[in-house]
């Protein structure tokens, strides 16, 4: 069966060029004209993507990702303006898989559509192979559930993480005193579109200390190793 991908956008010239484009490619393409239909599809269908414009008209495209992560862990690809770096940090921030610029370029849409799939296929295949019973690791005074992907505080609180902050809070707790690089945190946190070079990384890390260290202008849980990368002690 081809994969389905879901494109919503207020625009009906854009959403039929990128409907025929994915469907030449050998994808089943949905469409949906604003967040409403989006949701509306996203409880009858589960498709492996949804392609989400940031600016449309009514409910915009973040807050749209943001419900959608409520509920779902669906592959999300934004589509946003050339220059708006807000829009990129903070679908980022709502667990955003990866962006695009318009105006579009359709041979980078149909690798990036690849290279997404194609990490959540193997995120799939390494979580059902992994042994089941992760228990949970001290994060200074928080606590991670590993089995259930949830972070609690000192005082047994639920502290909110997202997908990828709960990827690398995971990669840190399996590589305890171990210094990782940008690169080896985008890999073994199955997120590579988010290029090291971008620095978007850090800003993760800069929030999941928010959260885990006492003084986060002084991490002592997860450290700095300047010139080389980050260290979970």
């Known amino acids: 069966m081809p994969e389905q991908i879901l494109i919503c956008d207020d625009e009906d010239n854009l959403r039929r060029m990128l409907s025929d484009h994915l469907t030449d490619c050998g994808y089943e393409v949905l469409q949906a004209a604003n967040a409403d239909e989006l949701q509306a599809t996203l409880r009858r269908v589960q498709p492996a993507l949804v392609l989400l414009d940031v600016r449309m008209p009514g409910k915009d495209g973040l807050t749209a990702l943001r419900e959608i992560r409520e509920t779902s862990q669906v592959a999300v690809m934004m589509l946003t303006a050339a220059g708006e770096v807000v829009d990129k940090v903070l679908g980022l921030e ?36 992994a042994p089941q019973g992760g228990g949970t690791v001290p994060f200074g005074t928080c606590q991670l559930d590993l089995d259930g992907a949830r972070l609690f505080d000192g005082n047994g609180e639920e502290i909110a993480i997202t997908t990828m902050e709960f990827s690398l809070l995971r990669v840190f707790a399996q590589n305890r005193g171990r210094v990782l690089n940008r690169d080896q945190l985008l890999d073994q946190a199955h997120d590579r579109s988010w290029e090291p ?13 928010r959260k885990v260290e006492r003084n986060p202008s002084k991490p002592e849980v997860i450290r700095t190793v300047r010139g080389l990368g980050y260290v979970f002690r």
């Open 94 to 129: 709502f667990g955003a898989d990866d962006y695009l610029v318009k105006p579009l370029d359709l041979r980078e849409l149909q690798a990036r559509v690849k290279s997404v799939l194609r990490r959540k296929q193997l995120g799939r295949a390494q979580e059902a192979s």
């Open 197 to 209: 070079y971008d620095r978007s990384i850090d800003l993760r890390i800069s929030r999941i200390r």
